[in-house]
């Protein structure tokens, strides 16, 4: 492999110069606070948490090259210079030639939504993701699955598995009719799906059918160099280029981005829309104006549009991101292991857990993932999401339960933030609930919201 051929390890490219200090809990406090959370991670206060593998977005630590970018912000309500170097950034490292920020991921994908989707319409993507369904939702559309079958089994090992079914893309636009698909939404490392990559093979594939029905494809490219990772150690042909030139050549196929900073770009907050059209491109502009701010702002600080640019760079080079995934799969092949039901392979952000496999006994009605969520944080203080029928949510046409077949604990891993030994409490911990899971009781929802129901639903034990 390219210029890491003397180093075996994994190790950070970094030193630390800086810390945050944690409070270590105990059970018994940690079993208030976890009811107090209605059993629900996302309720409890971070000042109870020991190692917060709630998510990776907005978590990761930035260098200071970030630190010192913050201290160059330009303030000024219009035209401000940390604009053009986000600008700049986003035109050299993934080619796209017009950018607007926005305060996140969400915010672009409201804007994006609202300009291609008509009432009606289908949205074709490699599973779905929570906040961008939504908006496709709430701009009339209905997302139509079309990632392979193998994303939705946890169990087999193929390094692909954020593929596009190209035969199942096509028999939809067949019977849709391709007037009825603004878009293909396509996302790189497939967070739903574990974090698995899309092999530029089929990529490349997908994008013949684009050009040939006339659909673009939008690009959620929030982990797109830690899907470039897997194509360069995975796939054939991609051994000797960088991570660099591989983003680039991902977002090449593709017509325009949704991109939430806070992963990938190794900021606390910040996304943008970006697109090759200078149609969409003249009416992003206008409509960010009324969601987020201004084209030269989109709801961000200037000098938080500087530490995105300057994460961008950072975040496509190979040591770095060979360093991330490492960690990754080290947690990952601890609790492999042990014995532990976790989806294979290991993706790029995190390591998920299998609570269909972890708490056979339990019903997915009881959310056994939910369950498992809490169950860890009373033991160890780790905190970690659900990613199972509660992220589902319901079904918008008859307002069942959508039951996923993927009933997930995700363990998702912030950058640059946690240690080797950090993992080690993590597995033991996970050990230890896994030992005792004949006793785990599911729970019922007594709590739930109409949007996004996992981020603040309750629950009770059964
Ligand atoms: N797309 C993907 C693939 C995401 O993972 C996220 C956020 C978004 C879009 C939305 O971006 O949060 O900046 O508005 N994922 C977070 C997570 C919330 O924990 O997985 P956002």
Redesign the pocket.
């Known amino acids: 492999m390219n210029k890491q051929e003397k180093r075996h390890s994994w190790a950070e490219p970094y030193k630390i110069k800086m810390v945050e200090l944690l409070k270590m809990t105990t059970r018994e406090e940690r079993e208030a606070a976890i009811i107090e959370a209605g059993y629900n991670t996302f309720l409890l206060r971070s000042k109870d948490v020991y190692i917060d593998l709630l ?3 907005g978590t990761s630590a930035m260098s200071d090259r970030q630190w010192s970018g913050m201290m160059l912000g330009d303030e000024a309500y219009a035209g401000s210079e940390n604009f053009y170097h986000l600008d700049d950034a986003v035109k050299k490292f993934y080619g796209y030639k017009y950018v607007i920020p926005t305060h ?4 672009a ?1 409201n804007i994006i939504s609202k300009i291609l989707i008509k009432p009606g319409d289908i949205i074709p993507g490699n599973m779905y ?1 929570t ?2 369904r939504l908006h496709q939702e709430l701009a009339g559309g209905k997302f139509a699955d079309v990632i392979i079958d193998e994303a939705h089994d946890p169990d087999n090992e193929f390094l692909f598995k954020g593929n596009v079914n190209i035969e199942k893309l096509e028999s939809l636009i067949k019977t849709a009719g391709a007037r009825k698909i603004p878009y293909i939404a396509l ?1 790189t490392a497939v ?1 739903m799906a574990g974090g698995q990559p899309i092999s530029m093979e089929n990529l490349k594939a997908l994008r013949e059918v684009s050009l040939n029905h006339g659909i673009k494809i939008i690009h ?1 490219m ?2 797109v160099a830690e899907n470039a990772f897997f194509i360069q150690r995975n796939e054939e042909g991609y051994s000797d280029k960088s991570v660099s030139e591989i983003v680039l050549e991902i977002c090449s196929l593709t017509d325009g981005a ?1 991109m ?1 900073a ?2 990938d770009a190794l900021v606390n907050i910040g ?1 943008f829309l970006a697109m090759n059209d200078p149609d969409i491109y003249e009416e992003a502009r206008n409509l960010v104006v009324v969601y987020e701010g201004l084209h030269t702002y989109g709801g961000l600080a200037g000098r938080d549009m500087e530490a995105i640019a300057i994460g961008i760079e950072e975040s496509v080079n190979d040591d770095h991101i060979r360093a991330r995934i490492g960690q990754v799969e080290y947690l990952g092949d601890l609790l492999i292991n042990s014995g532990i039901p976790v989806v294979k392979p290991i993706g790029g952000h995190g390591v998920f857990l299998n609570a269909k496999k972890f708490l056979p006994h339990l019903k997915q009605i009881a959310f056994p993932a939910q369950t498992l969520a809490a169950e860890i944080y009373v033991d160890s203080g780790v905190r970690s ?1 659900e990613r199972g029928i509660v992220s589902a949510g319901r079904n918008k046409d008859t307002g069942e339960h959508n039951f996923p077949n993927l009933e997930l604990v995700r363990l ?1 891993i912030p950058r640059r933030v946690y240690t080797q030994a950090h993992m080690e409490v993590i597995a033991e911990s996970i050990e230890s609930v896994y030992s005792n899971r004949e006793n785990i009781k599911g729970m019922k929802m007594i709590y739930e919201p109409k949007y996004l129901r996992f981020f603040q639903a309750r629950f009770e034990k059964l």
């Open positions: 998510t990776d977005s996140q991921g969400r915010g994908e993701f906040t961008t996302a967070n959620d929030t982990r949704t939430s806070k992963k996304g999401m998702t």
